[in-house]
């Protein structure tokens, strides 16, 4: 069955460029998550959507960070004049409902030259 | 959010033999308390999970023990493999929320 995906799975980009990141969840999942991963850190978390509810953006890392979620699906992760400390792998996890398993999709790899 | 702290960053263990990687939390609100896997290039995949109303999980090789008055839970693989090399992450969550997670546990099972 389809999984979590997220496009695309690498990005290469110059500093001060602005970037979109795509996720599109398990169907019939109304709960989206994004999380940053550093090398050799933990998953942070970023932001979660909760079918047409506001977002909780409490995670978001600066305001050069923005998220949006289409008709409680498809969700893309914004990031505006990139820096290089935003450089991480980027995973989008979703789950049935907000206290359910989440499934986390591969990544998108964002590297800032 | 409060921090998961995860121990030790990095463990080899020989085939057959037992993994122990332990979490503390300082959030008494976390209720939910799950295990992650994830290989090179992947993203994480759930392995086991536990609620604090019990001290103990297990599901195949795998179990968890969860003291809720240290506020400390362990992840135990028992009859490691090679197949279990990867990198292991404990979480938390308290409610409707994004995890909590530690910063991994690089694992290597000898043959």
């Known amino acids: 069955g389809a999984g979590v995906s997220q496009s695309p799975s690498n990005k290469v980009t110059e500093k001060g460029k602005d970037v979109e990141l795509r996720c599109d969840p398990i169907?019939?999942?109304?709960?989206l998550y994004w999380y940053r991963q550093s090398l050799g850190q933990g998953l942070e978390f970023l932001i979660y959507?909760?079918?047409?509810?506001?977002?909780?953006k409490s995670g978001l890392p600066s305001d050069r960070f923005s998220a949006e979620r289409t008709g409680g699906s498809v969700s893309t992760l914004t990031i505006q004049r990139t820096q290089q400390e935003d450089s991480a792998v980027y995973l989008c996890?979703?789950?049935?409902?907000?206290?359910?398993?989440?499934?986390f999709g591969p990544g998108t790899r964002l590297t800032v030259l | 959010q409060q921090q998961v702290k995860q121990s030790p960053q990095s463990l080899i263990v020989q085939k057959g033999g037992i993994s122990i990687i332990n979490c503390a939390y300082e959030?008494?609100?976390?209720?939910?308390f799950p295990w992650y896997q994830q290989f090179p290039g992947k993203g994480p995949a759930l392995l086991i999970a536990?609620?604090?109303?019990?001290s103990e999980k297990k599901e195949g090789r795998f179990t968890i023990s969860f003291n809720k008055s240290a506020k400390q839970f362990s992840l135990h693989i028992m009859d490691s493999q090679p197949g279990d090399s990867a990198t292991y992450f404990c979480?938390?969550?308290?409610?409707?929320?994004?995890?909590?997670f530690g910063k991994g546990t690089h694992l290597i099972i000898q043959p």
């Open positions: 996890a979703s789950s049935l409902g907000s206290f359910n398993e989440q499934f």
């Open positions: 169907s019939g999942h109304t709960a």
């Open positions: 959507f909760q079918g047409n509810s506001a977002p909780d």
């Open positions: 959030n008494t609100a976390f209720d939910y």
């Open positions: 536990i609620r604090p109303d019990v």
């Open positions: 979480a938390a969550r308290g409610g409707a929320d994004g995890l909590t």
